[in-house]
């Protein structure tokens, strides 16, 4: 049954908030001068910035404080919804199986092998407990076995700074070698095939992978060698190694174009060969398939198609998987007798396999909307394609996929105890946009919500870099489906769930209709499921920009908004060339230094356009070591918002001091921070 939710009520002061002061400062602007009197919260060495900050967060606990009951109740539903000894499926990968395992009261995972698939836990390689105990902060970046799975090249960042300095263990002997390489960028590694070399990436002063280095096992860091050097800063570099084991890729790509380079693993000390010279808007991925390289490219074929190319001339490409309008290729993973392919259209993935005589069959993934990902399967030699398949109602489960019979194994399903899953119901929809547009929107609620118009819902969204969000599983979710809330996932344009063209109309130019899709969604929820004022609006990072936009453009739309880490002081961050991930992000938003996009960026930057209205209560989170989204965007935002003393209250900032974009990494920490969420949710709408 649905019951109701337990709100603690208090006589919080809202007007013991702290106020950042106002420091006179002006940017000057193609648009004009600009005001911006907490501009100085850009300097982390402020000397206000720090207390400022401390004071915020100590506002927000006071906040949370009186409702500890409710936070406490619903992290321990997210906890025993959870198997906490738990265990992933073994992966055979060369002569060993390898597979992950979380324990009761630990906050990482544990890495472990052994010889045959029933022996797979009994070597511990890595325990990320152990490496996270001195830290406040763990995250792990690659983890990367050499040929002859003797070494281990693994990263670490310990602050969210998204700094990873990389180690290599000794798989025999369990230590590590005295190899440290600092400072790198987490775009994976790559091994020579006699592991005597590990190439890997550093980045430039504005964090931007741009070097690819080989380093010689045994040596010391200053000797590495830079083999390549992406000089262009809208480019970002990545290094990957093919599944079959022969092949480095240097990928260099910004966010319209890219260039692929080839390195054999049997010869790293040769020069690179080049595949295609860059052409501005052609995109590419080249990955090897045996006796051919196979290309992922939009070259002719605005949702991409699939080409082949011979050994010795890989710029030279032949159709095998022809292009189709509004069906997006996004990824291809070359196996050695067959190509696994997936794609998007009408905001549903499929995949398909292609096999060497040509023909394509598609796998059976259901018609409800879903999530499918194809799952940790390295082994190139293999019959079996191993996927992941979740959906709003239902837990992950790994399936096996043979390829040849076309037969699946239910290999490990996610356990849900204390939960009956036949209780919830999800159904797919479609707001109309202001234009006419179809928005796919999926909805999920306990199946004693009534459907009346009366419940209390939450609406979630993204609609940026062509980034497609599937209907993922989630078991903290089911505690506010269980108090009787509606939850929905929107498909604004600007993602990829419908074809490169949803994502065009969704960017740059266009980004406005991210945001107006968004409020359609929420006007489409109003009208069939949600209880007038009683929809909240939730998103993070650049959808942290879509929820301070869709407050910003309609204030009294939502009775609640959450925005984590959001990119909100739009035009400031893009006129700065020297703050990370600016120059390349250009192509996503556009340069606000020139017209027109200097004028249609200021329309809908929340901070320029943040005035006196009554703007639902907020949750504002931010990291302080975030790279992505600087800490001083949501900072400045919430101290305009705190100045001008119209929002409707509670108005709550939450600065993690030890973290990065994605938060805490402990997972129970994140549980708790979860948990807070809905509590502060529960709290304002029930």
Request: hydrophobic letters at 35%; one cysteine or more.
């Amino acid at each position: 049954m649905v019951y109701s939710a337990l709100v603690t009520t208090s006589a919080f002061d809202q007007t013991s908030a702290p106020i950042a002061p106002q420091i006179p400062f002006v940017h000057d602007r193609v648009t004009g001068p600009t005001q911006d009197p907490w501009s100085w919260l850009s300097n982390r060495d402020h000397p206000e910035t720090i207390p400022y900050l401390n004071a915020e967060n100590e506002f927000a606990d006071a906040w949370f404080a009186p409702h500890a009951p409710l936070i406490d109740q619903i992290f321990h539903e997210i906890k025993s919804r959870i198997v906490e000894d738990d265990t992933s499926v073994p992966m055979q990968h060369g002569p060993w199986w390898y597979l992950r395992q979380t324990l009761a009261g630990s906050g990482y995972s544990i890495h472990l092998r052994g010889a045959t698939r029933e022996t797979a836990g009994s070597t511990v390689i890595l325990d990320e407990n152990i490496e996270a105990k001195p830290y406040e902060f763990f995250g792990l970046g690659a983890f990367e076995l050499s040929h002859d799975h003797n070494l281990l090249a693994w990263s670490h960042e310990t602050d969210g700074s998204e700094r990873f300095t990389i180690r290599v263990r000794d798989l025999g002997s369990k230590t590590d070698l005295a190899d440290t390489l600092v400072d790198t960028s987490n775009a994976n590694l790559a091994w020579s095939s006699d592991a005597k070399y590990l190439f890997y990436i550093t980045h430039d002063d504005a964090m931007r992978p741009d070097k690819v280095w080989r380093h010689t096992i045994g040596d010391a860091q200053k000797n590495d060698v830079m083999i390549f050097e992406e000089s262009d800063e809208r480019f970002n570099v990545n290094v990957s190694s093919t599944r079959s084991g022969e092949w480095i890729i240097i990928e260099s790509q910004s966010r319209i174009t890219s260039e692929c380079f080839l390195l054999s693993t049997n010869d790293p000390l040769r020069s690179l060969i080049p595949v295609r010279a860059r052409e501005q808007a052609i995109e590419y991925r080249i990955d090897h398939w045996g006796d051919r390289f196979v290309v992922l490219t939009n070259l002719d074929a605005v949702d991409f198609r699939v080409m082949s190319a011979p050994l010795d001339n890989p710029g030279t490409w032949t159709e095998i998987i022809p292009h189709v309008a509004g069906q997006r290729i996004n990824t291809i993973e070359p196996f050695r007798d067959h190509l696994v392919v997936q794609d998007w259209q009408e905001a549903q993935q499929r995949l398909r396999v292609l096999h060497r005589d040509g023909t394509i069959k598609t796998l059976q993934t259901g018609v409800d909307p879903h999530e499918i990902s194809i799952d940790e399967c390295p082994e190139w030699e293999t019959n079996i394609v191993r996927y992941a398949h979740e959906s709003l109602v239902s837990p992950s489960t790994v399936f096996d996929h043979n390829v040849l019979t076309n037969e699946r194994d239910a290999v490990k399903t996610q356990v849900v105890p204390n939960t009956t899953l036949a209780d919830y119901i999800t159904t797919r929809e479609w707001a109309i946009a202001q234009d006419g547009t179809r928005i796919p929107l999926d909805i999920v609620r306990h199946k004693d919500t009534p459907v009346d118009g009366t419940a209390p819902g939450l609406l979630y969204g993204y609609g940026s870099y062509e980034y497609a969000i599937a209907p993922w599983f989630s078991v903290a979710r089911l505690s506010l489906l269980d108090r009787g809330w509606v939850w929905a996932l929107a498909h604004p344009r600007g993602g990829g769930e419908c074809g490169r063209n949803w994502y065009l109309d969704g960017k740059l130019l266009n980004k406005k209709n991210t945001f107006s899709d968004m409020n359609d969604c929420a006007r489409h929820l109003y009208k069939n499921h949600v209880a007038l004022g009683k929809l909240a609006v939730r998103g993070g990072s650049a959808g942290g920009l879509m929820v301070g936009a869709c407050i910003t453009s309609e204030p009294t739309l939502y009775g609640a908004a959450i925005a984590e880490v959001p990119f909100v002081d739009v035009i400031s961050s893009m006129s700065d060339p020297s703050l990370p991930l600016t120059i390349n992000e250009w192509e996503e938003w556009g340069d606000p230094r020139t017209e027109p996009a200097a004028s249609y960026m200021l329309s809908y930057s929340p901070y320029d356009n943040t005035k006196a209205d009554p703007y639902p209560p907020m949750l504002v989170t931010a990291g302080l070591n975030d790279p992505r989204v600087s800490y001083h965007e949501p900072a400045k935002w919430v101290a305009k918002l705190r100045s001008l003393g119209t929002s409707r209250q509670p108005l709550i900032f939450k600065c993690e001091m030890d973290a990065g974009h994605a938060g805490k990494s402990d997972r129970y920490d994140q549980w708790r921070d979860e948990a807070k969420v809905m509590a502060f949710l529960l709290s304002l709408i029930n």
